[in-house]
């Protein structure tokens, strides 16, 4: 295995998959990594491109078949997990791999991958902003909106638990210092453990 993993971790609604988008912009070379997940697309999401949307009955079949690498119900009845193939196969061909997961699944590929991951928390100035970044979205029901807020105090504290927290205040900071950890990770040598 010769590839890396970036992982950006965060509450739903602190910006993470705003600077995902930017990060692959900047670093092309990026593979993203598309996750399996039980929850219904929102407008303008793609099937295959923003996640592979499955039903609970296919998603619990993945399981069976060993296809997930991790996976987290991550809301009651909503189940998201990093396909196994696509990462495995990206990280033996020597790529980086970009990935958005949820607090748990980013501590789960941590303990898999080690150095050869860098695990990045974003994290918003403060709940309320959070709560108003969310509703400003537009893309949750008000009881939705809850369950991810009520999550958001658990994700928060587990930020220590990553290599990196990053507060995304300013969005063009943020993506700036991002940027600056992502490409200094993939400069650096990786000694490999025997
Ligand atoms: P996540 O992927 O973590 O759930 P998003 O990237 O979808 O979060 O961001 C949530 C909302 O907040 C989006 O509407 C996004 O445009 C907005 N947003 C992201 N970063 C900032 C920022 N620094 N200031 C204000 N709004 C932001
Ligand atoms: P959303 O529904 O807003 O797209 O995502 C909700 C949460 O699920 C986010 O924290 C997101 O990072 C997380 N998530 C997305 N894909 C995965 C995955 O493959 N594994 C895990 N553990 N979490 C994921």
């Not at 998959?17 to 303008?44: K, Y």
């Not at 791999?97 to 607090?103: E, F, K, M, R, W």
Request: net charge neutral; aromatic share 8%.
């Amino acid at each position: 295995m010769r590839g890396r993993l970036i992982i950006l971790t965060a509450p739903s609604g602190a910006g993470k998959s705003t600077i995902a988008r930017a990060l692959r912009e900047r670093f092309p070379e990026l593979v993203f990594s598309v996750s399996a997940t039980t929850r219904p697309p929102r407008p303008g999401e793609q099937n295959g491109r923003d996640y592979v949307f499955l039903s609970e009955e296919e998603f619990r079949r993945w399981i069976e078949e060993g296809k997930l690498i991790e996976y987290e119900e991550v809301y009651p009845g909503r189940f998201y997990g990093t396909p196994r193939e696509p990462l495995e196969r990206a990280l033996q061909a020597g790529q980086t791999v970009l990935l958005d997961v949820d607090v748990q699944g980013a501590r789960h590929l941590k303990s898999l991958y080690g150095d050869r991951a860098l695990a990045i928390f974003i994290a918003p100035p403060d709940l309320q902003e959070l709560a108003r970044r969310l509703r400003a979205r537009g893309t949750e029901t008000e009881e939705s909106l809850r369950t991810r807020l009520e999550r958001a105090r658990m994700e928060m504290a587990a930020s220590g638990a990553f290599d990196l927290t990053i507060v995304n205040a300013d969005l063009c900071q943020a993506i700036e210092e991002t940027a600056r950890a992502v490409a200094a990770f993939m400069q650096k040598p990786i000694f490999e453990q025997q």
